[in-house]
């Protein structure tokens, strides 16, 4: 029996390494989704509470009215309304405070977590790590996808632990291609939006196609994606994404893509468990 046991694989396992409450939408809530549907254990870590999101009514941090304590009871609930309808398995909370983005006062608080003690944090990602074991972990590019302290920060403790572990056995960065958001704009410019939504060339956004290992066909669930944004309701600036019409939906909601930094793979892959299986 105990031959049996150590024979048995370990059970296949997803971890995304995210910044904020809403994060896990956007880059990878198709393959999450994807991965619980298929029997893949899910789990998300989720560095900090959100507080410097909008406040009720979309009022920004600094005006009146905005009060962090009730902007991080309320995105946390949002948060675990997404992960319920994304079917991930466990959600992590390192519970950090929001640095808010870059340039913002909130970043100099000793507190935020892009000010925290480096080594603490991984250490507690470490052990998140050791305890769920997976074979496949994904976060943010050094640049954290445009900057955001906190993703930079998420994605320096992430690399960092991974290093420290020896795990996973695939490490991979969320990856918007240069060509989708080209698909995008010229779909709402030959439908007339792009104009009435005050856009006159694509957003200088993203990275180089050649630069992309893996893209992650999720059409299947795009619906579900757009159910779980619209879980975090209180985030003005994901709304956009919601505004879109039904048509484009499948352009910004259909595929996910990455790069892989560790692990063995063909040069182009649409699975990022491939030769895991």
Request: glycine share 10%; net charge negative.
């Amino acid at each position: 029996m105990e031959a049996d046991r150590r024979t048995l694989k370990p059970m296949l396992t997803l971890m995304a390494v995210h910044a904020h409450p809403d994060d896990e939408v956007i880059s990878t809530g198709g393959v999450l989704a994807k991965a619980a549907a298929a029997g893949i254990r899910t789990v998300l870590v989720t560095c900090t509470n959100g507080e410097q999101g909008d406040a009720p009514g979309g009022v920004k941090p600094g005006e009146p009215g905005h009060d962090p304590a009730e902007v991080r009871a309320l995105r946390l609930g949002e948060l675990e309304k997404s992960a319920e309808l994304l079917g991930i398995e466990h959600v992590e909370l390192l519970g950090y405070a929001d640095s808010g983005m870059e340039g913002w006062e909130a970043n100099k608080a000793a507190d935020s977590f892009a000010n925290v003690d480096f080594d603490t944090a991984v250490g507690r990602l470490a052990e998140l790590m050791e305890k769920y074991r997976p074979q496949v972990v994904v976060t943010y590019d050094e640049n954290g996808g445009y900057g955001h302290p906190d993703h930079i920060q998420a994605h320096r403790i992430a690399v960092a632990a991974t290093e420290r572990t020896g795990i996973p056995d695939k490490l991979y960065y969320t990856a918007v291609p240069q060509s989708g958001f080209q698909a995008m704009f010229d779909y709402l410019e030959s439908s007339g939006l792009a104009e009435e939504m005050g856009m006159t060339e694509p957003l200088d956004f993203g990275v180089s196609d050649e630069v992309i290992t893996t893209t992650v066909d999720v059409a299947e669930y795009a619906d579900t994606k757009v159910k779980a944004l619209q879980a975090h309701a209180s985030q003005t600036d994901s709304i956009f994404l919601l505004m879109l019409p039904e048509e484009a939906k499948p352009l910004v909601f259909g595929a996910e893509s990455f790069i892989r930094v560790r692990g063995e793979g063909p040069e182009k892959e649409d699975d990022l468990f491939t030769g895991l299986r």
